[in-house]
């Protein structure tokens, strides 16, 4: 299944939902930064939600961040979204990983206790910020404390990242059920009803089950309308001209040792992982065009 999010609305627009299916860019991540199991999971939940929550935004150039900072042995990681379906993120510790608990990924643990920061960059001069404490680490849980506290929005998030044996990703996906203000009580009673009798998103995933199949089974006897569709991968943003840019604001002396050391320079991209390397003479001639520039 190619990768993709949809996003529907059900119950006269009480209820706004988005669903999506991204094993493909959570396997990108894995082979990019080369990440453990727990951090796969960690990286694949939290840029599922991501892309979810970009979904929400209005913006050609709005930007969604998730932060996850904790005392836990991966000390936290940063996921971004866009408003088109492109994901990128990374973790502190890629390789961090921890027994088993309950049989299951302990995700949390590598976390550990600590915040969660949402950013949402819509242009203006300052972004809008909300933090809020860990629940459990486990990503989903910690979205819905989110929206409830800081958007007062009554939220219901269901994530989820299945291994292969050779720790490829088999499954990757999630959903988001929002409640608008003012929704009536048969509507909550029947969807709190339907969130406690549906299998875990991984199984349904597994099942074969499409984003619309999830949102039809979280969202059973309401009537859904899927009002948008997008293709969503991984793509980072960054490029030679950028990162020569963030060399050239080294300063004289730090530029001058990597010319001392006469040895060519790897520089690689914290978001996707990607190399870039510069010759010593690159390097000379950066600092030359800089002179020149400061001379003008
Ligand atoms: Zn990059």
Known sequence: MKDYMIRAIAANDQIRAFAITSRQLTETARMNHNTSPEITAALGRSMSAALMMGMMMDGDKDLLTLQFRGDGPA???????????????????????????????????????????????????????????LMTGEIAEDLTYYFASSEQTPSSVGLGVLMNKENTVRVAGGFIIQLMPDTDDETITKLENNLTGIPPVTTMLEEGNTPEDMLQRVLAGFDVKVTEKKDVRFKCDCSRERVENSLATLKDADLDDIISDNKPVEVRCQFCNKAYNFTIDEIKAMKENRKKATDD
């Open 75 to 133: 000390k936290g990681f940063t996921v971004t979204a866009d408003s088109h379906g492109n994901v990128k993120g990374f973790a502190h510790n890629p390789q961090v990983t921890l027994p088993p608990r309950d049989g299951k990924l302990n995700v949390g643990g590598t976390i550990g206790n600590g915040f969660l920061t949402v950013i949402r960059d819509i242009g203006l001069k300052e972004p809008y910020v909300g933090t809020v404490q």
